[in-house]
């Protein structure tokens, strides 16, 4: 059970990079953002696939 706590808490770092894309499209920062949205990609899907990880164990349904 603690594992899942752990990965939903890291889950919040897909908050921080939202923000983050939020900031840099609002200030007109095109460049910017196009890198933040691909990082928020791969910070969603990294933290996604272990939260599944952990909630239904090993590599089924990941």
Not at 16 to 21: E, G, K, N, P, R
Not at 48 to 54: D, P, Q, V
Request: aromatic share 6%; no cysteine; glycine share 8%.
């Amino acid at each position: 059970m603690r594992e899942i706590e752990t990965e939903v808490i890291r889950m919040g770092d897909v908050g921080v990079v939202i923000d983050l894309v939020d900031n840099s499209f609002s200030e007109g920062r095109e460049e910017q953002t196009e890198r933040a949205i691909v990082i928020l990609k791969e910070i969603f899907e990294a933290r996604y696939k272990n939260l599944r990880r952990r909630l239904y164990g090993g590599e089924r349904d990941v």
